[in-house]
């Protein structure tokens, strides 16, 4: 189990009826919307970004008929009792709803157990049976912009397609890095910009990393990848959208990057599509191994051999 480290956490207060009779309480578009790029391409239609955030607490139908049944100061008082803190978890899906053509969103799942306390408080208060959600915020659409209903978790199973972690939101610390992967980090094939002929290797200084650099008039740049988090295998929608969202990071550090990919000599492994990131410091590339969960990176250095750069908090086991 990989722990994490302290979880963004925000407190929410009562939101008041929609007037459609949902309960939607409001999320601070800062908050989750800043940092991830106005729009996602994978091998689906484009995800864009919505414009704001909620969580649904009580959709219409169960919003109307708790209203109904309790008023709206019944409800407010069994919503007070609850303490309203939601914890970001930076676990996220993918789903598809089936329809003409098919919808797709991409949720990040939230930890607030106060919402099925306060949907089962309700449900003993009229004596219904509300079923228990999966807290989550919708944050990219396609073709539904105002995104798709996951009432219970059977939904949410049946409409998952893919599972990936968002960059930046709830770093994990790394497990223990075993001799094993060392190794197979230090026999990668690691090659920029396919067809430019640059291959780097471990160990070896690349007097065509060098011109590179002097080309950008750097002294160093990182070749990172943002797929199979702590070599966790990720699916190739997992990979394609984190390796988006490490692109619009690069172009939000105003860094010169060019494609890069890690090959796997042995071919357990499917290649990684990864960035070089030309003129980056060293506070800024310990930041990117944080944010993408990553054991390590390459670190090229002018007149130097190519090394590798360990996550900050790295086990490194012999």
Not at 209 to 233: I, K, M, V, W
Request: aromatic share 4%.
């Amino acid at each position: 189990m990989i722990k994490g480290m302290p979880r963004p956490s925000i407190t929410v207060t009562w939101p008041g009826f929609r007037p459609d009779g949902g309960l939607l309480l409001p999320l601070p578009v800062g908050k989750f919307l800043t940092g991830l790029p106005p729009s996602l391409a994978w091998q689906g239609p484009t995800l864009e970004r919505k414009d704001e955030c909620h969580v649904t607490v009580l959709n219409r139908a169960c919003g109307s008929a708790a209203r109904d049944a309790l008023g709206d100061a019944g409800v407010r008082r069994l919503f007070q009792d609850q303490e309203w803190i939601l914890h970001r978890t930076g676990d996220a899906r993918v789903l598809r709803k089936p329809g003409t053509p098919d919808a797709f969103s991409l949720i990040e799942d939230v930890d607030l157990p106060s919402l099925n306390a306060f949907r089962q408080a309700v449900s003993l208060a009229m004596s219904a049976d509300l079923p228990a959600v999966p807290p989550h915020v919708t944050l990219y659409t396609a073709r539904k912009p105002e995104g798709i209903g996951v009432p219970d978790q059977q939904t949410l199973a049946r409409l998952e397609i893919a599972r990936l972690r968002l960059p930046g939101i709830a770093n994990r610390h790394p497990p223990a890095l075993s001799s094993a992967l060392q190794q197979a980090y230090r026999a990668t094939r690691y090659s920029v910009a396919a067809g430019s002929g640059l291959d780097i290797h471990i160990g070896e200084h690349s007097p065509a990393a060098d011109a590179l650099l002097d080309a950008h008039h750097a002294r160093r740049a990182l070749l990172l990848s943002a797929c199979n988090p702590f070599s966790e295998a990720g699916s190739e929608t997992a990979n394609q959208l984190r390796h988006g969202m490490l692109e619009n990071a690069v172009q939000s550090l105003g860094l010169p990057a060019l494609p890069a990919e890690g090959r796997d000599p042995t071919g357990e492994w499917a290649p990684e599509a990864s960035l070089l990131l030309i003129g980056t410091t060293p506070g800024q590339e310990l930041q990117l191994l944080r944010d993408y969960e990553q054991h390590a990176a390459v670190l090229l250095r002018h007149g130097r051999p190519a090394e590798l750069v360990y996550h900050p908090d790295a086990r490194l086991q012999r």
